[in-house]
């Protein structure tokens, strides 16, 4: 059993907005913004798309945005594009332990 | 541009000690935090544990008594051992450069994938 808690599927048509959240607790989502978000194509290493809770790194398209509320995390991908097809993975810093992920939610473009 | 590649036998048999390497290409240790994350297959992302450049180690308390990681800057590379394997240790192990040992992952190996069995 992951940490924090993700949704195990998500969907959306090309050009909408999906969102996947990703729930945790005060020592974890809700006591810190570092908050991660990665993308996992079939075969390969994650790749890194949201850092401390809405920050884009380089290269990473403006589709892709994060925010948080309280114990809960969240990732918005707009525009979808069969592109975005993938597994999301949720990471956030936990103090003593102190890296923790969320299950991983596969996003499926229709 | 910085590049990470594990390395280490692809099949290691029950109660042995798996050993992987990560080399660290176009850039150095130095000022990062350098984790080791597993995959088992079909599933999610776990956390192992991670290695300062200055050997300062801090693991996942569900392994704690089973790794070991260590960091050589001379050879810019950083080490784990897992002992007393069982099959339930079978996935793909990744390193991945942390610049504040806070989650945030921006560079990843290919990974590799070892397999425990007799």
């Known amino acids: 059993q992951s940490a924090l808690t993700q949704p195990p599927s998500a969907s959306g048509s090309p050009g909408q907005s999906v969102t996947i959240s990703c729930t945790g607790t005060n020592s974890d989502v809700g006591g810190y913004n570092y908050v991660s978000w990665y993308q996992q194509n079939p075969g390969k290493a994650p790749k890194l798309m949201i850092y401390e809770v809405t920050k884009r790194p380089s290269g990473v398209p403006d589709r892709f945005s994060g925010s948080k509320s309280g114990n809960t995390a969240s990732l918005t991908v707009s525009g979808l594009r069969a592109e975005d097809e993938a597994d999301y993975y949720c990471s956030s810093y936990a103090g003593s332990i102190p890296v923790v992920f969320g299950g991983g939610t596969k996003l499926t473009v229709l | 541009q910085v590049q990470l590649h594990e390395s280490g036998p692809g099949l290691v048999k029950p109660s042995e000690t798996l050993a992987l390497t990560c080399t660290v290409s176009g850039g150095s240790l130095s000022s990062f935090y350098w984790s080791w994350i597993r995959q088992s297959p079909g599933k999610g992302l776990e956390w192992i544990g991670y290695?300062?450049?200055?050997?300062?180690?801090n693991y996942n308390p569900s392994l704690k008594s089973r790794v070991t990681m260590s960091a050589d800057t001379s050879k810019n590379q950083v080490s784990l051992e897992l002992n007393s394997v069982t099959s339930a240790d079978t996935a793909v192990y990744y390193c991945a450069r942390d610049n504040m040992g806070a989650s945030n992952f921006d560079y990843w190996g290919r990974g590799t994938l070892v397999t425990v069995s007799s």
């Open positions: 290695v300062y450049h200055t050997g300062i180690t």
